[in-house]
């Protein structure tokens, strides 16, 4: 019933006077491994382009995913600083990144990928696809799959650049080139970031800590070459990454004077081969490593230590999509060699590696009102028991401008490396999470409008957690989440909108209590409205109360409001101003961390057409 008031009521306010409906013509890949509109992914998918990074002027992927329907983010301080996601309530640790196809996966005793240090300079889209597809892309995607898309050389030739300077003594600069030239694409990106920051942790709240500024600095680049070798046969190799260094503090522990630094480099690279073998056999073949290394300096303290931890995922997959008449039908084969070394001041190490092999297979199609899609994968990891996740969901087109969504499908979370055989904490016993999924979908398109509701219900068994009792980690609890996520995304008038709300309750299963750091109620709403040479943008998000670590109070609920302009000086000169926290709220995402008061920011854009 909720439902379907709310998608009633979405149609009253968005119907437009056109009496037919238009699909939109926005693509993703991410939600089957294949190209198809984004109005006809079974799983709730979202696609956030380049315009809109560029209307909203976010600086990191954790800004941008803020406003996003099921995302919930926590971070220990200023840009830089530690990030933890949450999506659907599900953790960092079960929510798959990739970057162009490229899986990013951390195997230290965090497990949680450094999202923090992903700036958006060289980022061309972003596809988000929620709940349980362990059955397309294998392990870690129980909350979803984010997919990160860099930009990439295409059409004739051309240059861009921006500089951007504000609050906290903030600077970024980006500049690339781009373009193809006969049957060559090329694209080359470079991007600066820098602020003296403040400090990351509030002393009234831990008063030993040391007070001074923390700041951040980024390198990023994107490089990417392809060359059409025939008609329907591309070579290509991509790489991109991002070098973080900042400042912090000692997460309650630490004293006035110390000093804590760390670094993060964050890089992927692939080389891949896309072959047309038919008219309706493609061919993918891609060889790829995600790396992320991780610097922890705190010598400068009272207890001093250091730490370099290194994780790598070499993986080989080979991907085919073969249409047969009105279904495709998708299958193919992965392999992928994990590892990690580690060493700090006391001279503890961890130096593994182990293998996955994966083999899947999907088929979709439309057959009138009705479309399906079933995928099916099994993954085998060294040591662990073998893993077989599914997937089948359903549409129905009832009515030109609605159609009804249902899903069920299975999930699974590999246990990092760290968890197993860290020195301190590790537990060779563990067993991989997994996880079951139930939806409900409505959606509704109508003109530029799209409105997509679910109702989902998960529920996670052997959820691997840090074990107080026996200073290990361990399968201590189950876990579930139900509710509602509502999306929105369409243009009134000249003006383009976007709003999200997620109603959950993620539990701990064996005591009732709500999961640390998740809200039960968040959303968003962003508008981005066009007056002669100006652009006036705005957004504002809302979280909701949830509960911190047990020692500490619940953290209250906050609304934070971002404004933003932009005036075209010229067809290819822009100048972009924007202020966040405008009502200057002091909200913290973490307990006893501090987030940014307001804070201003001015910048010069400028892109050859």
Do not use: C
Request: aromatic share 10%; charged share 15%; glycine share 10%.
């Amino acid at each position: 019933m909720v439902l379907a008031l709310t998608l009633s009521a979405a149609s009253a306010a968005f119907a437009q006077t056109a009496s037919k409906p238009v699909q939109l013509e926005e693509t993703v890949v991410t939600a089957n491994r294949s190209e198809q509109l984004l109005t006809e992914a079974l799983p709730h998918t979202t696609v956030i382009g380049r315009d809109v990074i560029e209307r909203s002027q976010a600086v990191d992927l954790p800004t941008l995913l803020s406003s996003e329907a099921g995302f919930q983010f926590t971070q220990n301080g200023g840009r830089g600083t530690a990030a933890s996601l949450f999506l659907r309530g599900s953790a960092s640790l079960q929510v798959l990144v990739l970057i162009d196809g490229v899986p990013l996966t951390k195997q230290d005793s965090t497990g949680s990928v450094s999202l923090e240090h992903i700036m958006l300079d060289q980022v061309d889209h972003v596809e988000i696809v929620r709940g349980n597809v362990s059955a397309i892309y294998g392990s870690g995607a129980v909350g979803g799959v984010i997919q990160i898309f860099m930009r990439k050389g295409q059409g004739t030739p051309k240059a861009f650049a921006q500089i951007e300077a504000g609050s906290y003594g903030s600077t970024r600069a980006s500049a690339g080139v781009s373009g193809k030239l006969g049957d060559t694409s090329f694209f080359v990106g470079v991007g600066r970031h820098k602020t003296s920051g403040f400090s990351a942790m509030n002393t009234s709240q831990y008063p030993n800590e040391n007070p001074d500024a923390d700041g951040y600095s980024n390198t990023n680049y994107n490089l990417g070459l392809s060359q059409t070798v025939a008609p329907g046969h591309t070579l290509g190799l991509r790489a991109e990454g991002s070098d973080g260094e900042f400042d912090t503090d000692g997460g309650g522990f630490g004293t006035p004077t110390d000093i804590v630094k760390g670094a993060t480099k964050l890089g992927t690279w692939s080389l891949y081969s896309h072959n047309q073998m038919t008219r309706d056999w493609r061919s993918q073949l891609t060889f790829s490593q995600g790396r992320e290394q991780s610097i922890y300096d705190a010598r400068l303290t009272a207890f001093p230590y250091d730490s370099e931890a290194v994780t790598r995922s070499r993986t080989l997959n080979w991907t085919n999509s073969v249409t047969l008449g009105a279904w495709l039908l998708t299958a193919g084969a992965e392999s992928q060699r994990q590892s990690i070394d580690t060493i700090d001041s006391y001279a503890t190490q961890l130096n593994r590696a182990r293998d996955v092999s994966s083999m899947f297979a999907g088929l979709s199609g439309t057959v009138g009102a009705h479309s399906l899609q079933f995928n099916l994968r099994r993954d085998d990891a060294d040591g662990l028991p073998a893993q077989t996740t599914g997937y089948a969901g359903y549409g129905f087109q009832f009515q030109p401008a609605w159609k009804l969504i249902a899903s069920v499908s299975s999930a699974f979370n590999l246990p990092p490396l760290g968890y197993l055989y860290d020195p301190f904490s590790g537990n060779p016993a563990l067993k991989p999470e997994t996880a079951r999924s139930t939806e409900l979908g409505l959606q509704w398109v109508q003109d530029k409008q799209v409105v997509r509701a679910t109702l989902f219900k998960t529920r996670t068994e052997n959820l691997m957690l840090y074990d107080f009792a026996t200073w290990a980690f361990s399968n201590v609890s189950d876990a579930g989440n139900k509710g509602l996520e509502l999306s929105y995304s369409g243009k009134l008038a000249n003006a383009d909108l976007r709003a999200s709300l997620t109603l959950q309750d993620p539990v701990d299963e064996s005591t009732g209590a709500r999961l640390i750091r998740r809200a039960r109620s968040m959303a968003s709403f962003g508008a981005s409205l066009p007056l002669g040479q100006w652009t006036f943008g705005g957004d504002l998000r809302y979280t909701g109360e949830r509960p911190d670590i047990a020692s500490v109070p619940a953290l209250p609920s906050y609304a934070v409001v971002n404004l933003s302009a932009r005036y075209a000086v010229t067809r290819e000169l822009a100048l972009t101003a924007r202020i966040d926290n405008l009502l200057d709220r002091n909200y913290q995402t973490a307990y006893g961390y501090n987030q940014s008061a307001r804070a201003v920011y001015a910048g010069v854009v400028w892109a050859q057409k």
